[in-house]
């Protein structure tokens, strides 16, 4: 099995109170025998499943793959993704005048506290309730409820494998965006020495900095779904390839195929 990570960035909104704004990103993962995602059930007629194109993040050469212990030329079938998931995400159609067409709305932003206008929304499958047992959650009593994952619930998170952005973007989200900027020397109260205070590792390197709301940027991360090469190209190759090990206790929404989240 192959793990993939969602990278790369968009372009982004201007920001007032930490608004929400555009990021482009990605994650994966190699496929464990043991673990095996599931969607709702749907009404509307069976339609050919897409497929991923693996070669664009996870085709490597002999010599890499034997350095790294990893399969040269995984198949689509063996890409998953981990700490996402269906159930979490929604989806948006961008303007017309814009590249991009059908994007998936990635998890991190506070939406809650901001005017209504300021809202990047996105459409969710299960609003109207319709997949009772998989459109929602096991709560404590391991009872599937219909609430849909909160933005911050860290198992849908999906920290991400990397980021890019212009010279521009850079220089609106320090000045402008982040709260006690981008870039350091941070500004106090909202990082204490420069920036040196303990956080979590994924803070920088998962991109939480990037997507997340406390004394961060609140971006809005998205990936193009409208084809599967747009999809495929924000796909990373976890070459570590121990989330197998890692993550072998977790439940099965941890993970999902990278060709079911397409569809």
């Not at 099995?1 to 109170?17: C, E, G, K, N, Y």
């Not at 159930?87 to 990635?106: I, K, N």
């Not at 109260?189 to 420069?194: A, I, M, S, T, V």
Request: hydrophobic share 35%.
């Amino acid at each position: 099995i192959v793990i993939t990570r969602p990278s790369m960035a968009f372009s982004s909104l201007p920001l007032q109170q930490r608004q929400p704004r555009l990021v482009g990103v990605c994650h994966g993962a190699r496929e464990d025998s043991n673990t095996e995602s599931t969607v709702a059930a749907s009404n509307e007629p069976p339609q050919q499943q897409q497929q991923v194109s693996p070669e664009y993040c996870c085709h490597v050469s002999h010599d890499a793959a034997q350095a790294r212990k990893i399969p040269p030329l995984p198949d689509a079938s063996k890409l998953m993704l981990w700490e996402t998931n269906i159930l979490a995400l929604g989806v948006r159609q961008m303007p017309h005048d814009s590249w991009l067409d059908w994007v998936a709305m990635l998890r991190g932003p506070n939406q809650n506290k901001l005017p209504h206008n300021q809202v990047i929304g996105d459409y969710w499958s299960n609003r109207n309730h319709r997949y009772t047992g998989q459109g929602g959650q096991i709560n404590k009593k391991r009872e599937w409820t219909n609430r849909r994952p909160q933005p911050l619930e860290f198992k849908y998170i999906n920290n991400q494998g990397g980021w890019m952005a212009t010279r521009q973007q850079l220089w609106e989200w320090h000045t402008e965006i982040c709260p006690g900027g981008f870039l350091p020397p941070y500004e106090a109260p909202h990082y204490r020495f420069d920036g040196l205070d303990m956080r979590n590792v994924e803070w920088y390197s998962g991109g939480m900095q990037l997507a997340t709301v406390r004394h961060a940027c609140n971006l809005q991360r998205i990936i193009a779904i409208d084809s599967p090469q747009n999809f495929s190209k924000a796909l990373l190759y976890h070459s570590a390839n121990n989330k197998q090990q890692q993550l072998a206790g977790k439940r099965e929404e941890s993970f999902v195929k990278a060709n079911t989240l397409l569809g």
